[in-house]
Structures are given as C-alpha cells and as structure tokens.
C-alpha cells in the first residue's frame, strides 16, 4: 500500500493536548471508469461507518461526499443495471 494514498486523520477521542492520540489512515481508490488523463476521476474509500467520495483532482484534503455504507451498496447496485 502505497502512502500517497493513503489520508491520516486524528481520531476524535483525541486529545490537542497529545494524550490518548491515534490516527487512523484512508486507503483510496479511483474508480475503474476514471482515466490517467485527468478526466472523470472519482476515488473512494471506505471504513466501518461511512464511504468516502472525492474527486481526485481536488486537493488532497479537499471536499468529499460521506455516506453510509447501505447508501453506497445500493448506489452500486443501481449503478451495476445501468440505472
């Protein structure tokens, strides 16, 4: 797995303080549909609670969609019939 696709965030039972920190770290992928050039790049990753959409030409640390996993699994499948 390769860190630059990887996004590390600090857990929100952290502390600013440095006590009790632990990060948790995204790995991306971008969608079979998006090409090298530059053109409809969509990357998601998911975790237990959510799946994570961006667009990956925005910065790293840009703007992403979150939605629920049941959300996205229903997406999928509507998406996988041509809907």
Known sequence: MSDARLT???SSYS???GGNCVEVAL???KSSYSDDE???CVEVA???A???IRDSKAEPNGP???IAPA???AFVAYAAVGG
Do not use: N, P, Q, Y
Request: without cysteine; charged residues 40%.
């Open 46 to 48: 998911e975790d237990t």
């Open 64 to 66: 992403r969609l979150e």
């Open 15 to 17: 502390d600013s303080g």
């Open 27 to 29: 790995e991306w992928r």
């Open 8 to 10: 590390w965030f600090k």
């Open 71 to 73: 959300a996205w699994a």
């Open 38 to 40: 530059g053109g409809a």
């Open 50 to 52: 959510r799946v994570h």
